[in-house]
């Protein structure tokens, strides 16, 4: 491994069924990692199994998935980080594929693809999770530009640079799409790696709920769309405010061009303010471009000082 420093991060809450055999297994097929276990308030002795296992076990106070990576991207400093869900839904077996990229310098962000092999099909058993991965894909296709194979695999491996160059800004589940936008809106490498996939082992439940997470995951996506591309986004706006302007002004303009006359003047005040609105959208839209480029400017000097810290340490 050339020396390289390779953490495994487990985030995990009430884990207690299966966190010892994914401990077991990083210990088994990458032995030279440091394993770490981030408990998120479990109250079935998820801790104190993995510490029993060989773990480093920290705890999370503030609920939810995008908490516990964002403190586990702050407390740990490492070359190569793979994080995997504590669940063992996840091949730990297929750790060195899923790194290699990482570890060859060929990538910044890998990404564990369980669909591309239809593994998740076949075994996974909730109902509308793979429409909703296949949904947020779409989007984040048409959005972004980016078309990734899955979106929502917990079984991710990025290095240095792009950990520490990370703004986490989600509180839960949505920290897959939200790592997976980041990626592509930065312009970081990307490699996705197909996977097997296996369900939960009876008796383990998910947290995820396919609603109301699902909600959140949206949510999410157009929320980044806004922040990262808000010329798209105002402009977007700007142009469904023009068309309902339209849908009431024109007949409007017709009436007064056969008869000279504006007996509805309600509806062409109506017209004149969506069209006003679809100005103000597209002028709001300009000047937040400006400014999202001028942060970029800011985050890619940042890049540039976490690459060099990498240089210096050699």
Not at 138 to 160: C, P, Q
Request: glycine content about 8%; some cysteine.
């Amino acid at each position: 491994m050339s020396g390289k420093r390779i953490a495994a991060l487990i985030p995990c809450y009430n884990e207690a069924l299966t966190i010892a055999k994914v401990v077991d297994d990083f210990k088994r097929y990458l032995p030279e990692a440091i394993v770490y276990v981030y408990d998120n308030n479990s109250s079935d002795g998820t801790a104190e199994i993995a510490a029993a296992h060989g773990a480093v076990v920290k705890g999370e106070p503030r609920q939810g998935k995008g908490n516990v990576v964002r403190q586990m991207l702050r407390d740990i400093d490492a070359d190569c980080y793979v994080m995997v869900d504590g669940d063992d839904t996840y091949p730990v077996e297929q750790v060195n594929d899923v790194i290699a990229p990482i570890l060859d310098d060929s990538a910044d962000h890998v990404v564990g693809d369980r669909l591309s092999n239809g593994t998740y099909a076949a075994e996974n058993k909730r109902a509308g999770h793979g429409f909703g991965n296949d949904l947020v894909r779409w989007l984040i296709k048409v959005l972004y530009g980016f078309e990734y194979t899955d979106v929502m695999t917990g079984y991710r491996a990025f290095n240095r640079e792009f950990a520490k160059t990370l703004p986490v800004l989600s509180p839960g589940f949505e920290i897959e799409t939200e790592l997976s936008i980041h990626a592509v809106d930065k312009g970081w490498r990307i490699s996705q790696v197909p996977i097997d996939y296996r369900d939960r082992p009876e008796g383990s439940v998910s947290k995820l709920n396919t609603v109301s997470d699902g909600i959140k995951v949206l949510k999410m996506i157009f929320s980044l769309f806004k922040d990262y591309k808000p010329l798209g986004f105002f402009s977007l706006l700007a142009l469904i405010s023009l068309i309902v302007g339209l849908c009431f002004g024109l007949p409007v303009i017709v009436e007064f061009r056969a008869t000279g006359l504006v007996p509805r003047l309600p509806t062409a005040i109506c017209a004149v303010a969506f069209c006003g609105l679809a100005a103000l959208f597209l002028v709001c839209g300009l000047i937040l471009d400006t400014v999202v480029k001028g942060h970029r400017r800011d985050w890619e000097l940042k890049v540039t000082d976490v690459y060099g810290y990498k240089n210096a340490r050699g």
